[in-house]
């Protein structure tokens, strides 16, 4: 099994704004190992979420060179994309992206199941995020933090090989992200996976194997010195 996740070499997007074309990701280049954390960090507006979008196949690269589990993105359809985004792939966006008709406990199920997976972790997951009392509320019946967790266990349900991560702990207080950050690195150690973080905390980057910045398109090593 090739431990290199993602590479990425030289990749551009851009976006068009009215009659001016946006230059978000100017040569952006990534690798990602199986067992590692990688952080992103950056502004708001400075492409991480593009980033993501990029490497779960929602956005093609203008140009440039993308990897994901050894395949070619520009010979990926459609179709084998979805079917990485149901199995191998696990996207945490910020809202929490559950289904609103489906109580927690069947928004897991249902997660597990797409990845073609029995559920049987439901209950377990609950309980190591602290969310078991939510398992028959639906989502508009949680708070920002409970949706969160409800987020992270369905990405767990599916047994996921690459994590991609939009501020996973952004919803929780303190004490709360204290808890839930460890469950969410010991799932990344013991089951080998990769994770691309983008956070504006700077606690939860520095758990991380390394950190890097989006700056003007690009991914630099971040100075921690600069952004205390």
Wanted: some cysteine.
């Amino acid at each position: 099994m090739d431990d290199i996740l993602v590479q990425a070499r030289d990749l551009n997007r851009s976006y068009r704004n009215g009659r001016e074309q946006v230059s978000v990701l100017r040569g952006l280049s990534l690798e990602l190992r199986r067992g590692e954390a990688v952080a992103v960090v950056g502004p708001s507006g400075s492409g991480k979420s593009t980033l993501l979008n990029l490497l779960n196949g929602l956005l093609p690269p203008d140009s440039g060179e993308l990897r994901v589990f050894g395949m070619d993105q520009a010979q990926l359809g459609e179709a084998r994309w979805a079917e990485l985004r149901r199995t191998r792939i696990a996207t945490l966006f910020q809202d929490g992206n559950l289904i609103p008709t489906l109580t927690v406990a069947r928004n897991i199920a249902f997660r597990a199941g797409l990845a073609g997976l029995q559920e049987h972790a439901g209950q377990a997951l609950l309980e190591r995020l602290d969310i078991t009392a939510t398992a028959n509320r639906y989502p508009d019946q949680l708070s920002g933090g409970q949706r969160q967790r409800a987020a992270l266990a369905c990405a767990f349900a599916m047994e996921p090989e690459l994590i991609l991560a939009d501020e996973p702990t952004g919803s929780l207080d303190q004490a709360t992200a204290a808890r839930v950050a460890p469950l969410f690195f010991d799932a990344i150690r013991e089951r080998a996976l990769g994770a691309l973080i983008v956070t504006h905390n700077t606690e939860l980057a520095r758990r991380c194997d390394r950190v890097l910045e989006l700056r003007q398109g690009a991914l630099e090593p971040w100075d921690s010195a600069l952004s205390s």
